[in-house]
């Protein structure tokens, strides 16, 4: 798994993000949901994504925004989620994307940052 996020944006335009998941197990694998850190969505709206999600709920608990898939991984196959964005306010923001793969039970994070100026 990854993600691939530009450094940093100009404030008022539209940039993308991606997160890659890959199946290395030899039976499919389920991605429930991306969920990303509200600290990361403070100065950044997520506009869609590609493929799109079934449905989004922000998860206080986490403090997280919760993007559902619900998409099966054939063995040995890919995924990229492809988070089409807008800057919306100047700052540093920052925080983790959560993949939920099989279960809620347990996650994987990765930090994501995005300087807007």
């Known amino acids: 798994m990854s993600i691939d996020a530009p450094v940093s944006v100009s ?18 694998q ?3 949901s991306l969920d990303v850190a509200d600290g990361f969505l403070k100065g950044i709206v997520v506009r869609s994504t590609e493929p799109a999600f ?3 709920a922000h998860i206080p608990i986490a403090n997280t925004m919760g993007y559902f898939f619900n998409r099966t991984l054939a063995p040995g196959g890919t995924l990229k989620v ?3 964005c807008y800057a919306v ?18 996650f994987l994070t990765y930090p994501l940052r995005t300087i807007v100026k």
Do not use: M
């Not at 404030?11 to 499919?28: D, H, L, M, S, Y």
């Not at 306010?89 to 347990?106: C, H, L, Q, R």
């Open 54 to 56: 079934a449905e989004a």
């Open 89 to 106: 306010k100047a700052g540093d923001w920052s925080g983790a994307v959560d993949f939920y793969i099989n279960s809620y039970a347990s």
């Open 11 to 28: 404030q008022g335009r539209e940039f993308a993000f991606a997160c890659t998941i890959v199946n290395r197990a030899a039976k499919p």
């Open 82 to 84: 492809v988070f089409r």
């Open 30 to 32: 389920k991605l429930i």
